[in-house]
């Protein structure tokens, strides 16, 4: 048996890859810091022996393997004692190739926003289809309750994701897994700390286009113009579309986007009746059902699927309800994803009061590339409250200047809280939005009402 150990195994990536490698018969080990659920209490779950930090005694351990993830810098005690004792290391992304995708016909969901969702969705429509897939995704899809499995087919859905693999290796994660079917959702600029600017997002998603084969499919978004510059830079993969005026359309039965007509060149092929909320929801649906009849589960199907589909954890989840007030946890942080969001909980709410709450968390909100257009993202909420952490480099009271919405803005998660709780009466939805723990928000929020 064959002895791995993960650095940065609490990530969404790395801990779904995880449970794979354990599949296959690797012994693993793993190492992090400042953990926090879901992966960690998932991890803790599957009995992963997880060893807090990074001190450079873990490589005594004398694994055969050790996997790198992406938040490993140089200058890391651990990775320079890495390299000068030559160690045996590689990628996530590489490892998945050699041990599990070679010989996969790989189904890959991409874009800026919706991967973990449409990733999810394509996986669950081949399991209800009969086809038994594999998949890794950057959450956990509650119609599996594990976030990745080897499958026992040569299908293989994968959240594509377009950040850098590792400190060794800068292209996207998904430019190493060749897929046969690929999504191409939405495309902006994110992830500024790696990407300097647009073109260099489509310059990666270009090295991902020339590995798809021609006997492929290449779904996109019709009409996102990003997209079709990148495609413009060559194609060789036959392509259809979804969206409003794509090959895949939809007509609203409900203006919540819970009941909707599947359109296909202008005709019915089906109709979902769901538990989701959001138009953007129901393109991802689109897409989905695009690459699931490329390896031949026809419409019917793969409606009748997503009428049972349930959407990952963190994205629109009820985390509570309490006096009558609802309590959501949403993964949203870029501003596009957020105004959609607040759109979609806005159908579903009608005239309730939407209490919107964000953390300002990844790399690229942290550097203010997003600033000034994150009060016009979220005046669709009736309130706002705002975390401003230690650690931002812009203010943000001076982002939310000209915000037509009351705001607070508050340096401390307990006293956010309390805000929170003072002014929230019955009826009120509470959406917090984030990509990290919140300092456990949800749960006080919870407990505090």
């Known amino acids: 048996m064959k002895h791995i150990h993960i650095l940065g195994i609490c990530g969404t990536f790395m801990g779904s890859m995880e449970i794979i490698a354990r599949e296959l018969g690797f012994k693993v080990t793993g190492a992090d810091e400042n953990v926090y659920p879901p992966m960690s209490t998932y991890l803790e ?16 351990l004398n694994p055969d393997v050790i996997v790198v993830g992406n938040t490993m810098k140089r200058g890391m005690p651990i990775i320079e004692a890495l390299l000068n004792q030559k160690l045996n290391f590689i990628s996530g992304p590489q490892f998945l190739k050699k041990y599990v995708l070679q010989n996969k016909w790989v189904l890959a969901a991409t874009g800026t926003h919706g991967k973990t969702t449409t990733s999810s969705m394509l996986a669950w ?21 594990v976030s990745s499995r080897l499958g026992e087919s040569e299908f293989f859905v994968l959240e594509g994701d377009e ?42 998603f270009h ?7 021609s006997e492929g499919l290449v779904v996109s978004h019709q009409g996102d113009q990003n997209i079709e510059e990148t495609l413009a830079q060559g194609l060789w993969t036959p392509k259809t579309t979804f969206g409003k005026n794509g090959d895949y359309s939809y007509r609203l039965l409900k203006s919540d986007a819970s009941q909707f007509e599947v359109l296909l060149h202008n005709q019915k092929v089906g109709e979902v009746s769901w538990d989701i909320m959001g138009e953007f929801n129901i393109e991802n649906a689109l897409a989905v059902i695009a690459a699931a009849k490329h390896v031949g589960v026809n419409e019917a199907v793969a409606c009748e699927a997503l009428e049972k589909f349930i959407n990952p954890k963190r994205r629109m989840e009820i985390r509570g309800v309490k006096n009558n007030i609802t309590v959501y946890d949403d993964f949203a942080h870029h501003p596009t994803a957020i105004e959609k969001t607040l759109a979609g909980l806005r159908a579903r709410a009608g005239d309730a009061r939407i209490l919107a709450v964000f ?30 952490p230690p650690n931002l480099s ?45 300092g456990g928000i949800h749960e006080k929020l919870l407990q505090a009402l």
């Open 45 to 60: 779950a599957q009995g992963v022996e997880i060893i807090q930090g990074f001190d450079v005694e873990q490589l005594d």
């Open 125 to 145: 429509v081949l399991e209800y289809a009969g086809l038994k897939p594999g998949f890794l995704i950057g959450g956990i899809p509650l119609n599996f309750g």
């Open 163 to 204: 950040y850098d693999t590792a400190f060794f290796d800068k292209r996207s994660k998904f430019v190493h897994y060749w897929p046969k079917t690929v999504i191409l959702n939405n495309m902006e600029l994110d992830h500024v700390d790696i990407f300097e600017n647009l073109a260099a997002i489509q310059k990666q």
């Open 207 to 213: 090295h991902l286009i020339r590995c798809i084969p």
């Open 359 to 388: 953390e300002p968390r990844s790399n690229s909100m942290k550097l203010g590339q997003f600033q000034k257009d994150l009060a016009q993202a979220m005046q669709g909420a009736d309130a706002i409250y705002l975390y401003e």
């Open 394 to 438: 812009w203010s943000v009271g001076q982002a939310f200047t000209h915000s037509n919405t009351p705001f607070s803005i508050l340096a401390d998660i307990d006293a956010l809280v309390a805000k929170i709780t003072t002014d929230a009466k019955p009826g009120d939805q509470i959406l917090v939005m984030s990509n990290g723990g919140f």
